[in-house]
């Protein structure tokens, strides 16, 4: 496959996270941290202690525009997963950040990725008053700002040196998407 070529989409199945599926999470979470630092500004140092019981609460339900999705493969083990967390407070309740986009090191150039983002913003868009995504990807990753702008995304800001790794600076570019015209 060339670097022209897109990847055939892994058969996944897309489900909202539950609490059984908190260890699972935890596992996928503190792989990404370790293996890719500056994709996240969380840190796998502060994150590897946790217990897994400690992610439920951010679960939440899609209904409710505060909810987790899960990419699951062909043995049910938990290959990728996006977030999306509903501003709470009155004035920005139509706002939701999507956060924690994270595929397993070997589902990844798979259209895992694209499935989740798929479904996470289908989920979003159904939520009653939730009109507006936002995010922030690290800008030197290319493959998935481009996954980002062809979902819609469109670059908003650039947030230099947004997070610190190694005593390397990375720059954050944000990113907005429209869910209703």
Not at 16 to 21: I, R
Not at 30 to 50: H, Q
Not at 90 to 96: E, I, M, Y
Request: glycine fraction near 8%.
């Amino acid at each position: 496959m060339n670097a022209h070529t897109p990847a055939v989409p892994r058969s996944v199945m897309i489900r909202p996270l539950t609490a059984s599926d908190a260890a699972a999470y935890k596992a996928l979470r503190d792989e990404a941290l370790r293996t890719a630092p500056d994709a996240f500004t969380s840190d796998y140092e502060s994150s590897v202690g946790r217990d897994a019981r400690e992610y439920v609460e951010r679960f939440g339900t899609p209904e409710s525009g505060q909810f987790f999705l899960g990419a699951f493969g062909a043995a049910d083990e938990l290959v990728g997963c996006l977030g999306c967390e509903r501003d709470q407070r009155t004035k920005q309740q139509h706002l939701a950040t999507l956060v924690g986009m994270m595929v397993a090191p070997q589902a990844q150039r798979q259209g895992i990725g694209r499935q989740l983002l798929a479904a996470c913003v289908e989920a979003a868009g159904r939520v009653p008053g939730l009109v507006q995504l936002v995010l922030t990807v690290t800008a030197s990753n290319a493959h998935v700002v481009r996954l980002y702008e062809q979902a819609g995304f469109r670059a908003w800001g650039l947030l230099p040196h947004a997070i610190v790794v190694d005593g390397v600076g990375y720059d954050k570019l944000h990113m907005v998407r429209v869910l209703h015209d």
